[in-house]
C-alpha cells in the first residue's frame, strides 16, 4: 500500500522596505556569521552608486534566517557603511538557514546585459568602450586598476557624452573592414582623439579602416601593418598597447612626421594624444 504523501509546511517568510543607515548597517553585519568572503571590489562598486544616488531598489533582498543570522546582502551592508548614506532595502527574514545555498546562484548581469535590455545597438561595444572611456577618465590609461565602473557609471557616462555612440559607429565599421584591432579600443580611441580634432579623427579612421593610398612611412599604414604582423605571429596584445599603437600613429600624423615603426613595451608609459 502506498504511504500518504505528507505535504511539507510552507515557509512563509516576513517581507519589509526599510531605510538602512550606515548603524543598522553595522548591527545587521555583527549577525553576518556564516557567508562568503567579501570582495572589496564589490563593496567599493556599490558604494559609488549609492553616493551618487543611483543605487535603485530593484527587488533584490537582504535575507536572515530564522535565527537572525544573516544569509544574504553582506556586500550591500558593507557599502552604505563605506559611503555612509541611507539606503532603502527588501528585507526578508525568517528563511531556513539551507535556503542560502540557493542565493546568488545565477549569473550577474553585465552592462552589456542592461544596456541589450534597453535595446541599444551594438551594446557589447558599447559597454566595452564606456569602460574604458571611464578608466582613462580616472587616470588608469593602461586600464590595469582591479576595478570597472558599475553599469549606473557607465550609464551616466553615456547620458553625459552621447558623441560616444557615434564613436562606437566608427568602431564597428572600422573593424567590419579591418579586423586586426578590438573594436572596444578603437572606439575608444575615436572619442579621445575626436575630442582633439574631430575633422581629422573621421580622416584618422577612415584610413585605418581601408588603407587606401597610403605611402611607404606613413604612420597609419606602418599602424596597420603592426596590428597585422602581431595577429600573424600569434602574439598577445593587451588592450592598452593597440591603444598606444593607435595614439603614436596619430601623434605622428598630427605632426605631420613619418614613421617606420611603432614599439610599445608593456611597462612603457602610455603615450597621450597631441
Known amino acids: 500500500m502506498n504511504k500518504p504523501i505528507v505535504p511539507v509546511q510552507a515557509v512563509i517568510p516576513e517581507v519589509d522596505i526599510v531605510t538602512v543607515t550606515p548603524e543598522l548597517a553595522k548591527k545587521w553585519l555583527s549577525q553576518n556569521t556564516h557567508n562568503r568572503p567579501l570582495r572589496k571590489r564589490a563593496i567599493a562598486d556599490y558604494a559609488r552608486d549609492m553616493v551618487a544616488g543611483s543605487w535603485l531598489q530593484n527587488g533584490e533582498a537582504v535575507k536572515f534566517a530564522e535565527d537572525g543570522a544573516l544569509l544574504d546582502g553582506q556586500h550591500r551592508l558593507n557599502a552604505v557603511v563605506a559611503a555612509g548614506v541611507d539606503v532603502t532595502m527588501l528585507v526578508v527574514s525568517g528563511l531556513p538557514r539551507e535556503t542560502q545555498e540557493t542565493m546568488d546562484a545565477g549569473r550577474k548581469r553585465t552592462a552589456a546585459d542592461a544596456f541589450s535590455l534597453r535595446g541599444e545597438v551594438h551594446a557589447t561595444v558599447l559597454a566595452a568602450v564606456l569602460k574604458r572611456i571611464w578608466l582613462w577618465d580616472q ?136
Open 139 to 274: 587616470g588608469d590609461y593602461k586600464f590595469g586598476q582591479n576595478y570597472t565602473p558599475t553599469t549606473a557609471e557607465c550609464a551616466a557616462l553615456l547620458k553625459e557624452r552621447p558623441e560616444i555612440y557615434r564613436s562606437v559607429e566608427i568602431a564597428v565599421r572600422v573593424h567590419q573592414a579591418f579586423r586586426y584591432l578590438p573594436q572596444s579600443v578603437t572606439g575608444t580611441a575615436h572619442h579621445l582623439l575626436s575630442r582633439i580634432d574631430g575633422a581629422e579623427a573621421v580622416w584618422f579612421f577612415a584610413r585605418v579602416g581601408d588603407g587606401a593610398e597610403l605611402p611607404a612611412g606613413h604612420p597609419v599604414l606602418t599602424l596597420r601593418n603592426r596590428v597585422m604582423t602581431d595577429r600573424a605571429d600569434n602574439r598577445k596584445v593587451p588592450d592598452h598597447q593597440y591603444l598606444a599603437y593607435l595614439i603614436r600613429a596619430w601623434n605622428a600624423v598630427r605632426e605631420d612626421r613619418s614613421l617606420t615603426r611603432i614599439q610599445q613595451a608593456s611597462d612603457a608609459p602610455m603615450p597621450l594624444p597631441k
